[in-house]
């Protein structure tokens, strides 16, 4: 029976992680790590790769990056990878602050637009009409200015937004996801997507044009 056995570990990929730009990604920074005590801080601790000026705000790391810095560590380890193969590293800088004068200017072009596309919306299909007829088979007469239905139409519009998007202001009424969160997550999900696939083709990029340069001085093989 061997006394040291060939040590395990089993590792997990975090999907996406954030950074500061000024730090080095350490194994422990974008993996899950199960393997035994003796090894677990210092493989937490191993450094991966020092973030430079030219890989712009957002690192990709692969198994195939990570692996042969592990085996440089533990030389006979066996590597049990689950889940993810691949890592995006976003690199944040110092957090600035928020402008006072864009704020305002941002919420008053979002308030006026929605409120313009809420009123198209209302001409193209005159709804005025639709009121004025609503009106009529209620009470049995004709109406030409409805201000009390339109009035509370226009508090049924904001309290049925209220309801759908499970907001207002920071609170929420249930623990749901809302509308808003999930498209934001899908389009987060997309972009995740489109930067691995660009990081990778920058990657298969970088390899050809290394393997050319090597080819330039022998001529061709």
């Not at 941002?106 to 313009?116: E, Q």
């Not at 309290?159 to 899908?186: A, D, I, Q, R, S």
Request: charged share 25%; proline share 7%; hydrophobic share 40%.
């Amino acid at each position: 029976m061997k006394a040291n056995p060939t040590p395990t570990v089993f590792l997990q990929l975090r999907s996406r992680i954030r950074l500061p730009r000024d730090q080095t990604v350490k194994l422990g920074d974008v993996a899950f790590i199960i393997c035994d005590p003796e090894w677990e801080e210092k493989l937490c601790g191993l450094p991966l790769v020092h973030p430079k000026d030219q890989d712009g705000n957002r690192l990709l790391m692969d198994l195939i990056q990570i692996i042969p810095k592990i085996r440089q560590l533990i030389p006979e380890v066996h590597i049990e990878p689950m889940g993810n193969h691949h890592t995006l590293v976003e690199l944040i800088g110092p957090s600035a602050k928020p402008s006072r004068f864009w704020f305002p200017v941002i919420w008053l072009l979002l308030f006026f637009g929605s409120a313009l596309t809420i009123m198209n919306f209302h001409a193209d299909v005159n709804m005025l009409e639709v009121h004025i007829r609503i009106v009529e088979m209620v009470t049995g007469q004709r109406d030409e200015h409805p201000y009390l239905f339109q009035i509370a139409y226009s508090l049924g519009i904001g309290f049925g937004m209220t309801v759908f998007f499970n907001h207002l202001f920071k609170k929420k009424w249930n623990e749901e996801p809302t509308p808003l969160e999930v498209e934001m997550y899908l389009y987060q999900e997309n972009l995740d997507q489109f930067v691995v696939a660009e990081e990778y083709r920058k990657m298969r990029t970088a390899e050809m044009e290394k393997t050319m340069q090597k080819r330039k001085p022998g001529g061709k093989r």
